[in-house]
């Protein structure tokens, strides 16, 4: 039986944690205030001020559990890119990357011609949008991830990238 090497790591790049950081204390002091002035808020409609702090503190749960363990954006080997929870693209596949500029910068893998895989509900969502299937959110990253990934992108495919706001 033939067993399948991993593929080796090449890089790991995760979700900023900094707005994360203010969200998650933005939820925990609503909650609290829910908590202590909520009989006063909700008083004729208790059921419905129930509902809202439980809705509240599933958030903020949610908003904890995101900035606890951290989410990874990118996963990259010599092979491949992966971002977020998408289908893989092999470098081979992307015939050249553009970074964009608007309200928020991201670089977009163009696929050559032809090529399909099976891509995810977010994937088959953003496919037609500014964003593409095989998008890169650097809006989402570190400063200084947002180099290594730029420099990683380069080594492997053609990349048109712009230059940075302080220098137009």
């Not at 998008?135 to 989402?140: D, E, N, R």
Request: aromatic share 12%; glycine share 2%; with cysteine.
């Amino acid at each position: 039986m033939k067993k399948n090497k991993p593929k080796p790591l090449y890089a790991v790049f995760y979700y900023d944690r900094r707005k994360l950081r203010l969200l998650l204390a933005f939820n925990l002091c609503m909650l609290a205030l829910l908590i202590i002035f909520g009989q006063a808020i909700f008083y004729p409609l208790i059921p419905l001020g129930l509902l809202v702090i439980l809705l509240w503190f599933v958030a903020t749960l949610a908003t904890a559990h995101v900035y606890f363990f951290p989410q990874k954006l990118i996963l990259v080997t010599d092979e491949e890119i992966k971002i977020d929870r998408g289908a893989p693209l092999k470098w081979r596949n992307i015939r050249e990357a553009e970074e964009r500029i608007g309200r928020q910068r991201i670089i977009v893998l163009k696929p050559v011609e032809g090529y399909s895989c099976r891509l995810t509900f977010m994937q088959r969502i953003c496919q037609y949008s500014r964003f593409t299937a095989f998008s890169i959110p650097l809006y989402a990253m570190t400063e200084s991830d947002q180099e290594k990934i730029r420099e990683i992108v380069a080594a492997h495919t053609r990349f048109n990238r712009q230059p940075k706001d302080d220098q137009k």
